[in-house]
Each structure stands twice: as C-alpha cells, then as structure tokens.
Nanobody, 127 residues
Framework: LRLVESGGGLVQPGGSLTLSCAASGGTFDDYTIGWFRQAPGRGREGVSC????????NSADSVKGRFTTSRDNAKNMVYLQMNNLTPEDAATYYC?????????????????????WGRGTQVTVSS
C-alpha cells in the first residue's frame, strides 16, 4: 500500500488546515489509518486514527476537540481537519495504515502497530 500526504503549509496560530492522505495499491477499506506527527528533536507521536468503515475514530488528548479525522473509501482518501492550531502543533504529519485482525470496529494510535507509512507533509504554525 502506498500512502501520500498533502495539504501541509504555513498557518497562523488559531488557523485551520486540512491534510489529506491518498492511498493506492491495496484494498483501501481493509486498512485502519492513523495520523502521526513528529516535531524537530522529538519522537513521532500519535495524533488520531480511524477504523476501516470510518465510523470509529480516536484522538490524542492534545488534539481532542480541535482535530477531526474522516475517510472516503470510494476515493481512497483520509483527511485530518485541524482547527485552532497552535505552535505546538507544528510538525511533519504522517499517515499510516495497518490491517487489523478483528471486527474492525476499533482503531489504535500506537505507532508500532502500523505497517505502511507515507513520507509526510510539513505543518508550520507561526505568525
């Protein structure tokens, strides 16, 4: 599975951005998708995830209420809508994919679970 992120850029504090993750080369709705980010000098941290159908999402406490994850299986796309951005949100954002065994009614924001990764898109938050 190939993943390509887009939509990053420069935004002022309090602003919004929507990141996209385009998938190809696999049966997209078999995959649980996660979003992760990595700021300079820091480890890669989980941001959110969405299950195969898109009916279940989970978010890190740091972004709850500000970031929304969605997917369009017909288009092989996942989105991360980010609102009220702060300088602490500045990072390279990655989408990742994994096939989870089970009912598929769940997802997990745990980096070690994910098998496929995009190359990332950079988000800068600055005035």
């Amino acid at each position: 599975l190939r993943l390509v992120e887009s939509g990053g850029g420069l935004v002022q504090p309090g602003g919004s951005l929507t990141l996209s993750c385009a998938a190809s080369g696999g049966t997209f709705d078999d995959y649980t998708i996660g979003w992760f980010r990595q700021a300079p000098g820091r480890g890669r941290e989980g941001v959110s995830c969405i299950n195969r159908s898109g009916r279940f999402t989970n978010s890190a406490d740091s972004v709850k209420g500000r970031f929304t994850t969605s997917r369009d299986n017909a288009k092989n796309m996942v989105y991360l809508q980010m609102n009220n951005l702060t300088p602490e949100d500045a990072a390279t954002y990655y989408c990742a994919a994994v096939v989870l065994v089970g009912s598929g009614d769940e997802c997990y924001i745990r980096r070690s679970l994910y098998d496929y990764w995009g190359r990332g898109t950079q988000v800068t938050v600055s005035s």
